[in-house]
């Protein structure tokens, strides 16, 4: 079936950039989304891309997509430690069904 | 303000019972859902409706059950049939048919078998 995998943690110092992965089976996928979901708490949208785009920036967040490799990234520019927290990944795809990954912690170290 | 409110935030249940989590939406949302998150594996559909008096099996529906009168209130009940109930439930919506919008989620609800 349709998977979505991320790795599970990631360690940066703050200030630098955090680079997030994500890799999908799905052929048919129409949109990705990157969540973000603070300790104890539900998720927020981040951003989105549609299939046909290759990146996507918005202030600090840069998303690429390669379609043919079937690889999304989330590049966070001067993280901070309030950017900590657990990232995923979703595909949506033309059945109309979400499938996330399993979350990436992602941890800001001062 | 606009969202989704889930309730109780912790619930701790003994083995045999069944325990309703509420949902309630005040964004004109149609459909709605619900989600388990467990460490690591990310987050599994339970169950989701795109309209009121319906609903559908999501990939992990074993165990549990919701129903839809309202528009604005999902709830999902945990039964003792639900082998591994301890987890963090989260609720969700999206303005128009499944899939095709983004989902707002609620805070979540965090059940511990004991």
């Known amino acids: 079936g349709e998977d979505v995998e991320q790795s599970l943690f990631l360690s940066v110092r703050e200030g630098d950039s955090s680079v997030i992965n994500c890799t999908y089976t799905d052929s048919s996928s129409t949109y990705l989304y990157w969540y973000k979901q603070e300790p104890g708490a539900g998720l927020q949208l981040l951003t989105y891309i549609f299939s046909n785009m290759d990146m996507k920036q918005d202030q600090r967040l840069t998303v690429l997509l390669n379609k043919k490799d079937k690889h999304l990234s989330l590049r966070i520019a001067d993280t901070q430690t309030g950017d900590s927290a657990i990232y995923f990944c979703?595909?949506?795809?033309?059945?109309?069904?979400?499938?996330f990954g399993q979350g990436t912690e992602l941890s800001v170290k001062p | 303000d606009g969202g989704i409110t889930q309730s109780p935030k912790y619930l701790f249940r003994k083995e045999g019972q069944n325990v309703t989590l509420s949902c309630e939406q005040n964004?004109?949302?149609?459909?709605m859902y619900w989600y388990r998150q467990d460490p690591g594996q990310g987050l599994r559909l339970i169950y989701y409706?795109?309209?009121?008096?319906?609903?559908q099996k999501g990939d992990i529906a074993e165990g549990y059950s919701v129903s839809r009168e309202k528009k604005e209130s999902f709830p999902l009940t945990v039964t003792s049939a639900q082998k591994n109930p301890t987890a963090f439930y989260l609720c969700?919506?999206?303005?128009?048919?499944?899939?095709?919008?983004?989902?707002?989620f609620g805070a979540g609800s965090r059940l511990t078998v004991l």
């Open positions: 964004l004109n949302h149609d459909a």
């Open positions: 409706s795109q309209i009121v008096n319906d609903f």
């Open positions: 979703a595909d949506h795809n033309q059945g109309g069904k979400l499938i």
């Open positions: 969700a919506s999206s303005i128009g048919p499944v899939g095709a919008n983004v989902l707002t």
